[in-house]
């Protein structure tokens, strides 16, 4: 398929195998390309549309803000900011809040706070324990902490200080605790893994283990947080309280907007330590507050489990029929497994069948709806899903 495009594509980096498809209009469940062709969207930016493609209540808040004022620097309070800071710790175990543009930066503060606070408390203690398949951002740093097979080798060297275990196994991380040892870091669901959760009793585990060594314990909830499993945040799931949180995609509705909460017996930042140039600007916080008092809203998050069970039940049941793998995840983060290495095949297929769907491993697909999808929604994306995988060979006798 040619460029849908009157302008050229060549000035933008390749960073990615992106097809000739380009969109130019969003509404709810749906992009629509410069074709007129219209998709059933369950990749909503990688989790970040939380209410779907340029939700009204979104697009309001944007409108009010850019006309009031935009950013007077982070030197400065703003109103949106304070708002959304106290949303987000009136809805969590957290004090204090830090606001960035993105899920990496919100990780990169956790990497420096915890460090700091080894300074003040642990001798100088820097290393964070991370786990293999784990993912936490593109910097230098984030790409040190995560355990993506093969980023140890992209922009080597690597930031040192990021021991590696597997997940749901806490004898391998009581065996990395050391003297230098100042944080355990995780997902509560390894998104890019192929949506792999903590176990409970893992989770709960690494709580119990951080108390006994005087560790921090710090969930990277960017992909996890702001209700994408059905909760607002996924550790209320796991009876556990972090020390240290981050947020991202979904906080902003679509917007560039993370955050970086923590108590306030570990928020340890002396002025000048941390900060950037459009850290809690206005107009990301003011949609930032719309999507969080929309995700609060009575009711809301109820409905997202139940779609959630919905779609899961759907899965399991072509799981079934086309004698799949296992449906994993929680809420609206899930994955099928396909039991062979055609899902970026079906990718392709689905996308030209009007489906939008993400492949985060060869044999596995992950879903992730807007919070707000509907059960006929559901239904057409089930129906489309069951076309594309017997036209991959799935279920074949």
């Given at each position: 398929m040619p460029n849908q495009s009157a302008l050229p594509i060549d000035s933008l980096m390749p960073i990615t195998h992106r097809p000739d498809t380009v969109f130019v209009r969003g509404e709810g469940a749906y992009l629509y390309d410069g074709l007129g062709n219209r998709y059933l969207d369950w990749v909503q930016g990688w989790a970040v549309n939380c209410l779907g493609h340029s939700p009204a209540?979104?697009?309001?808040?944007?409108?009010?803000?850019?006309?009031?004022?935009?950013?007077?620097?982070?030197?400065f309070y703003s109103e949106p900011a304070l708002e959304l800071a106290n949303l987000l710790t009136g809805a969590s175990c957290f004090d204090h809040v830090f606001f960035g543009s993105s899920g990496a930066e919100a990780n990169e503060g956790a990497i420096k706070l915890a460090r700091k606070w080894g300074q003040l408390h642990k001798n100088g203690a820097f290393e964070i324990i991370t786990f293999r398949n784990g993912f936490h951002g593109r910097t230098l740093a984030t790409m040190s902490l995560s355990g993506k097979p093969g980023w140890d080798r992209i922009f080597a060297p690597q930031v040192p200080g990021f021991p590696k275990a597997d997940l749901n196994d806490l004898d391998q991380v009581r065996a990395l605790i050391g003297s230098n040892t100042v944080a355990v870091m995780l997902e509560p669901i390894q998104g890019e893994a192929g949506v792999i959760p903590a176990d409970v009793a893992f989770l709960q585990g690494l709580r119990a283990l951080c108390d006994e060594h005087n560790l921090l314990l710090i969930v990277d909830e960017v992909q996890t947080g702001c209700g994408r499993t059905g909760t607002m945040f996924a550790y209320q799931q796991y009876d556990v309280e972090p020390d240290i949180m981050t947020l991202g995609k979904g906080i902003g509705g679509g917007v560039p907007l993370s955050a970086l909460l923590a108590k306030k017996s570990v928020s340890c930042f002396a002025p000048g330590d941390q900060g950037g140039t459009f850290c809690g600007n206005p107009l990301c916080c003011a949609a930032g507050v719309a999507a969080v008092e929309s995700l609060l809203a009575d009711g809301f998050l109820d409905r997202t489990r139940s779609i959630g069970a919905m779609l899961a039940a759907g899965l399991e049941s072509l799981s079934?029929?086309?004698?799949?793998?296992?449906v994993r995840g929680r809420g609206l983060l899930l994955a099928l497994e396909l039991g062979a290495d055609v899902a970026p095949r079906a990718v392709e297929v689905a996308r030209e069948q009007g489906l939008l769907i993400n492949a985060p491993r060869p044999h596995c697909l992950r879903f992730m709806p807007a919070l707000n999808t509907t059960a006929d929604?559901?239904?057409?994306?089930?129906?489309?899903?069951?076309?594309?995988l017997k036209f991959c060979g799935l279920g074949a006798l």
């Amino acid at each position: 398929m040619p460029n849908q495009s009157a302008l050229p594509i060549d000035s933008l980096m390749p960073i990615t195998h992106r097809p000739d498809t380009v969109f130019v209009r969003g509404e709810g469940a749906y992009l629509y390309d410069g074709l007129g062709n219209r998709y059933l969207d369950w990749v909503q930016g990688w989790a970040v549309n939380c209410l779907g493609h340029s939700p009204a209540v979104i697009a309001k808040a944007l409108a009010r803000q850019a006309s009031t004022l935009i950013n007077p620097s982070p030197a400065f309070y703003s109103e949106p900011a304070l708002e959304l800071a106290n949303l987000l710790t009136g809805a969590s175990c957290f004090d204090h809040v830090f606001f960035g543009s993105s899920g990496a930066e919100a990780n990169e503060g956790a990497i420096k706070l915890a460090r700091k606070w080894g300074q003040l408390h642990k001798n100088g203690a820097f290393e964070i324990i991370t786990f293999r398949n784990g993912f936490h951002g593109r910097t230098l740093a984030t790409m040190s902490l995560s355990g993506k097979p093969g980023w140890d080798r992209i922009f080597a060297p690597q930031v040192p200080g990021f021991p590696k275990a597997d997940l749901n196994d806490l004898d391998q991380v009581r065996a990395l605790i050391g003297s230098n040892t100042v944080a355990v870091m995780l997902e509560p669901i390894q998104g890019e893994a192929g949506v792999i959760p903590a176990d409970v009793a893992f989770l709960q585990g690494l709580r119990a283990l951080c108390d006994e060594h005087n560790l921090l314990l710090i969930v990277d909830e960017v992909q996890t947080g702001c209700g994408r499993t059905g909760t607002m945040f996924a550790y209320q799931q796991y009876d556990v309280e972090p020390d240290i949180m981050t947020l991202g995609k979904g906080i902003g509705g679509g917007v560039p907007l993370s955050a970086l909460l923590a108590k306030k017996s570990v928020s340890c930042f002396a002025p000048g330590d941390q900060g950037g140039t459009f850290c809690g600007n206005p107009l990301c916080c003011a949609a930032g507050v719309a999507a969080v008092e929309s995700l609060l809203a009575d009711g809301f998050l109820d409905r997202t489990r139940s779609i959630g069970a919905m779609l899961a039940a759907g899965l399991e049941s072509l799981s079934r029929e086309l004698s799949l793998g296992e449906v994993r995840g929680r809420g609206l983060l899930l994955a099928l497994e396909l039991g062979a290495d055609v899902a970026p095949r079906a990718v392709e297929v689905a996308r030209e069948q009007g489906l939008l769907i993400n492949a985060p491993r060869p044999h596995c697909l992950r879903f992730m709806p807007a919070l707000n999808t509907t059960a006929d929604e559901v239904r057409e994306g089930l129906a489309n899903l069951r076309n594309v995988l017997k036209f991959c060979g799935l279920g074949a006798l």
